[in-house]
């Protein structure tokens, strides 16, 4: 049982991704209207998720950026209609603290920052509303993450990365137990360095839940060629799941939710 935030949550758990985006590389566009975001929402639920990542800008190598108004205007209707008929833990996928504030307002619970929290009003956030934050390793700005790719043996530098992260965030107040470290497959890193992340995984347990996000990702197509992407983000999943793994970000819920099941199953 994972104990984050006010919140307590089964281990592992399945965080089902609503992108409420035009351009998002895997299913960008799917679900913009508020109706149709909300129901989608709903159905992973019933398939099993524990929790709901939200995203309304796409980070995806050559994405447009998005003004702080059109991010929310995307944004909080569709976590306002979640609320409405669940308590399920939702996750906002923002970099702007502005939106982030608004999210938490309306009744987000989790901070999902790519950018790692560069803006450090994110941290702030976080500790006035007392809400959890997942850190993910972006080892430059998102911005241009995806023109070059990080030089040398990643687990070090991602491990020294989160030390620094997670020190700041207790300087603001944030327990450790509340800062979910995400290795950041497929930011900036070469497809070498996704693979050895994956296999390296146990080293990333430091004392904080770990949150893996490789669904649908290219990696994949390296790892288990000739696999769908949706049967290899099941397979790469229970990988990381049996190397310690506490949350996986994925878009298929439902199939995951089963994997798991049957996972548990054989221990």
């Not at 307590?8 to 149709?36: E, K």
């Not at 639920?45 to 994405?63: L, N, Q, V």
């Not at 390296?222 to 290899?232: A, K, N």
Request: include cysteine.
């Amino acid at each position: 049982m994972l104990d984050i935030g006010k919140k307590h949550i089964g281990s592992p758990a399945v965080m089902g991704i609503l992108n409420i985006t035009p351009d998002s590389f895997s299913d960008g566009g799917s679900h913009r209207n508020v109706t149709d975001a909300v129901a989608h929402a709903m159905r992973m639920i019933d398939d099993g998720a524990s929790i709901i990542d939200i995203g309304a800008e796409s980070t995806r190598p050559g994405f447009l950026p998005v003004s702080e108004k059109e991010e929310m205007d995307r944004l909080l209707p569709v976590i306002r209609g979640i609320r409405e008929v669940s308590d399920i833990t939702i996750s906002v996928d923002t970099r702007k603290s502005a939106v982030a504030y608004e999210a938490v307002s309306a009744g987000a619970d989790i901070l999902n920052d790519v950018n790692s929290f560069r803006d450090e009003r994110m941290f702030e956030c976080a500790s006035e509303f007392d809400v959890p934050i997942i850190l993910m390793h972006c080892p430059t700005d998102v911005g241009v993450v995806h023109q070059n790719d990080m030089v040398g043996d990643p687990m070090p530098q991602i491990i020294s990365f989160f030390e620094e992260k997670i020190s700041i965030g207790e300087s603001y107040g944030i327990k450790r137990k509340d800062m979910i470290l995400d290795p950041g497959v497929g930011f900036g890193k070469t497809m070498e360095q996704n693979v050895r992340i994956l296999d390296e995984l146990g080293s990333l347990k430091i004392g904080n839940p770990l949150l893996i996000a490789v669904s649908r990702k290219r990696v994949l197509s390296y790892l288990y060629p000739d696999t769908d992407r949706d049967e290899s983000t099941i397979l790469a999943n229970l990988d990381a799941i049996s190397k310690g793994a506490d949350i996986v970000r994925v878009h298929d819920t439902k199939r995951m939710v089963d994997a798991i099941k049957g996972y548990r199953h054989k221990q």
